[in-house]
């Protein structure tokens, strides 16, 4: 079946896009373009006229035709660039439409059929979904490493010499004559392959980062001067300032985008221990923000003591804790091992931006990152505990209990590249794109 759907956004623009593919496409993309010849040469951009079911003309555009399966479906496919209007194209789309080979495509539909024709593996059909949806540098750049097969080539350098391994244990299992010696290395096989599933999975974090920004939260005592470094960090004057204890009671919160990482700076509402009404529901709300955040950062006034910002770490309810004094500028607080920052003359923010970057990815550049999906890591941290525990069956169990688990794990490496998938879980990768993607 021939599908059909508009490839641009339904806005006014400069250029909207009716994309079709399948076997009718060419004939269909002829009817609306009455001009091109019946073989077009492919990827060349012919200047058609696009006409309604009268012969009249609607617009003038291009057609393209693209001969499969040197295309992105692998199948035939023709692309109309009209001038953006909707109502334009919605025309256009109607009347291909009311051909009974052409059916309108599923949001996905057409990155499907470029997968199941083998024109692209499913990391690298993820990716282009995740370029659509990506909204800082970062995550342009990470779904461009993705669309470029770096971690569907990660995952191939894993599942290669797994299938190898496992075919070996198979083959000593089923041919003990003819194969013999060929499970000798087996537990340092499966050790290192193990230990190569898990580099990948702790890409997931990173991944995520990228995939959703990450969140800051600036907290701590009254007046410590968080409002005022959120400023400071933020750029612009967001947060009210003043030296009346508990003057933030809402959360505040700014997105910035550092290194090209998008992040997302919470201001709080300082803690103390005897808060009016008002304020000690803006107390409660801090705490309940500290626990969903990437990182917390405690700011402190000038003096306080090691077991005093300990209390106040406490609060953050197990997220990750950078401490620092703040005020710098007035209180030459000796001897306190803490990172120093005043929100009022910007001393020491360049170096916490850093630092903050640096705890929430750990070193390198945030750009350096194979995009490493939920269903990624669900699937790779499958394959990792199964290679666990062939590497406690190597050393305790039979060949045949290690084999399974190593066969297991393979299973859910095909699930990331889209060796072994369901049409269940093709519908749901799918579902997650655009219309006319
Ligand atoms: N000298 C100096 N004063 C500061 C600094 N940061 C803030 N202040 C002053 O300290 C007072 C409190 O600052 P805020 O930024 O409102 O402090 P806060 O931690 O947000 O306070 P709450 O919202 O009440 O918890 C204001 O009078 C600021 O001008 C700083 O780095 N140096
Ligand atoms: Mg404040």
Redesign the pocket.
Known sequence: MTIAALATAPAAGAVGILRLSGPAALDVGRLLAPGIPAQPTPRHAYLASFVDAEGRSLDEGLFLYFRGPQSFTGEDVVELQAHGSPRLLRLLLARALEDARVRHAAPGEFTRRAFLNGRLDLTRAEAVADLVAADSEAAVRAAAAGLSGVLASRVQALEEPLRALHADMEGVLSFPDEAEGADEDVDARVTALRAQAEALLSEAGRGRLVRRGARVA?F????????????RLVGESR???????????DALEARVEWDGLAVTLF??????ETPGRVEALGIARTRELLVGVDLAVL?L?PGVTQAEADAWTRDAGGTHVLVVD?????AAVSGSPRQR?????G?GVDALRDDMLGRLWGGGTPSAVALVSERHADALRRASEALGRAESASRVSTLEVVSGEVGLALEALGEVSGTVVSEALLDAIFQRFCIGK
């Open positions: 600036l701590g005592p009254v007046n410590a001067g968080k409002s005022t470094l959120f400023n947060a009210l300032v003043d030296d009346e204890p508990g003057t933030t009671r201001d709080t509402a300082g803690l103390r700011v006034p703040g005020k710098c500028d007035v920052v005043s929100g009022l003359t001393e």
